[in-house]
């Protein structure tokens, strides 16, 4: 079966620090692989998406950047964290190809920047 | 650009009784998804449950069901003889079929159970 891994499960940075949240998932090829993040008390914002290696699409302009150096892992990045960083971040994979077929999530990072 | 709109941020119900969560949603589009996620104290998303919407008929997961009107664009969750376990952030999110990969949430709402 197919699991999906997500670290750290919490993560306090200073300002101006760099971040790396990574996710991997197992039991399946070519996922599609994305990031969200969740403020408090609200729904959840798609920040990155990919379709394959090296494909990554952005949908809001963020201090953030991800990467999918391998088929199943996919890293959300920062150079120099902002306060606004600050939030509930998860990864999710669904089956490349199937329309319509599920978005499974992580467990997620809660990241505070201080 | 498609909005998901949850009315209710808090709901309460009786254990072993039945609730019934409100989800609007704006589209031009006449073929996408429609989802319904858990969110537990845990944070962890969950799916619940799923409406395709070129089909009429309701999903139906055990105890949850959904009031899909398409003309109408609602899209409610009826959760039926509700647990304990049933306490949690319930998301209503909104997913086109035409190339786009996002999923589209609305902001939750609360739901408490009382035993």
């Known amino acids: 079966s197919q699991t999906i891994h997500q670290w750290p499960a919490t993560l306090v940075q200073p300002v101006g620090s760099p971040l790396s949240l990574e996710c991997t998932v197992e039991?399946?090829?070519?996922?599609?692989l994305y990031w969200y993040r969740q403020a408090a008390g609200r729904g959840l914002q798609l920040l990155f998406y990919s379709i394959g290696i090296d494909q990554i699409s952005s949908e809001v302009p963020q201090n953030l950047s991800a990467s999918r150096p391998q088929d199943r892992q996919f890293i959300l990045s920062s150079k120099k964290l902002l306060l606004s960083d600050s939030g509930f971040y998860l990864c999710?994979?669904?089956?490349?190809?199937?329309?319509?077929?599920?978005?499974?999530f992580g467990a997620g990072t809660r990241l505070s920047v201080l | 650009a498609q909005t998901v709109t949850q009315s209710q941020p808090e709901m309460s119900v009786q254990e072993a009784e039945t609730v019934t969560l409100s989800c609007t949603y704006d589209t031009s589009e006449s073929d996408y998804y429609l989802f319904w996620y858990k969110q537990p104290p845990s944070r962890q998303m969950i799916l619940v449950i799923r409406?395709?919407?070129?089909?009429?008929q309701n999903a139906t997961e055990n105890r949850f069901s959904v009031n899909f009107q398409k003309a109408a664009k609602s899209f409610s969750l009826k959760i039926s003889d509700s647990q304990l376990g049933d306490a949690a952030m319930y998301f209503c999110a909104y997913r086109s079929t035409f190339g786009n990969e996002k999923l589209t949430f609305g902001t939750g709402t609360r739901l408490t159970i009382i035993p």
């Open positions: 409406q395709e919407a070129y089909k009429q």
């Open positions: 039991g399946t090829s070519n996922p599609n």
């Open positions: 999710a994979w669904r089956n490349g190809g199937i329309l319509g077929d599920i978005q499974y």
